[in-house]
């Protein structure tokens, strides 16, 4: 049977549903498996250089995405596994890693852009139970309850994906377009195995020959909506992230020898 990666969770089960609290046990970050999650697009510009940035499509919905953990046994590159902590916690953590293990529902025809009477959640998560203990996840009204998301979600974070939404569809549908968007495998060398091929994601991404036989006019419009940042900012993040990878890699190698 093909294993589930994400469940979703309906407020009418409301009664049922709880979060009984993060154990660390940080199957999140250690590559227990392939992760992405939700990038908002004012993350874009603070992650570029961190992460690789991806298009993806799920149950038809075009999406923007961020690679965390590649494949089994390879964590996330941020990830110490010594203390188990995230190196990048304090600073620059993306939203996504905040909101673990929960996805919010896109729903452009809300108020909110987000569905409130369901919630998607990472199967591999072992602390959303149906049980009796932890926080209410929904509330008798059937919606996402307060204390549920300003636990995870925080009143700060939720009034950005909320802005975010509205660009990233903007964004996302001029691409569509201008037809911008192709299949590519997106190729990483792994060091901890370097006998083996490399790594190979097939992702959706900007075709570059497209892009640059697009007409002036065409060009000053992704210009002047500022999506032509967007755009090179995904590239890179794909040109940056070997090096990134590599960059960690050598550091805790150096500092393993020196212990
Ligand atoms: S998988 Fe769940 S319980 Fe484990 S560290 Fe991540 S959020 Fe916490
Ligand atoms: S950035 Fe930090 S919290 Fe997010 S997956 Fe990597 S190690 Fe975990």
């Given amino acids: 049977m093909k294993q589930k990666y994400r469940e979703t969770i309906y407020g009418k089960d409301y009664r049922k ?13 250690n590559g227990s498996h392939f992760l992405i999650g939700d990038i908002f697009y004012s993350e874009i510009a603070k ?45 620059i953590r993306p939203m996504a890693c905040r909101e673990f293990p929960f996805y919010l529902i896109p729903d452009n025809n809300s108020a909110t852009f987000f569905k409130n009477d369901a919630v998607e959640y990472d ?10 203990q932890g926080i209410p996840i929904f509330d008798s009204s059937l919606s996402l309850s307060e204390q549920f998301m300003q636990t995870f979600i925080g009143n700060e974070g939720l009034k950005e994906p909320i802005q975010d ?14 037809k ?37 006019k065409d060009l000053s419009e992704l210009h002047s909506l500022g999506f032509m940042y967007s755009i090179n900012q995904h590239l890179s993040s794909l040109q940056l992230f070997q090096k990134q990878y590599m960059h960690l ?4 190698t150096s500092l393993n020898k020196a212990n």
């Avoid at 964004?171 to 201008?178: A, E, G, K, N, Q």
């Fill in 249 to 252: 890699y050598n550091i805790k």
């Fill in 47 to 91: 992650l570029f250089q961190l992460f690789p940035i991806i298009f993806h499509i799920s149950n038809d919905i075009l999406m923007l995405k961020i690679v965390f953990t590649l494949e089994q046994h390879i964590p996330c590159i941020y990830f110490n596994a010594d203390n188990k902590k995230c190196l990048i916690y304090q600073k």
């Fill in 180 to 216: 911008l968007l192709t299949r590519k495998p997106f190729l990483i060398d792994i060091p901890e195995k370097p006998f083996l091929p490399p790594y190979e994601i097939d992702i959706i991404t900007i075709d570059e020959i497209k892009l640059k036989s697009l007409s002036d």
């Fill in 123 to 132: 199967c591999f998560c072992p602390s959303v139970k149906s049980c009796e």
């Fill in 17 to 29: 549903w709880k979060f009984s609290g993060c154990n660390n046990c940080a199957k999140c970050c």
């Fill in 165 to 178: 939404q509205n660009i990233i569809h903007d964004f996302l549908y001029t691409l569509l377009r201008f």
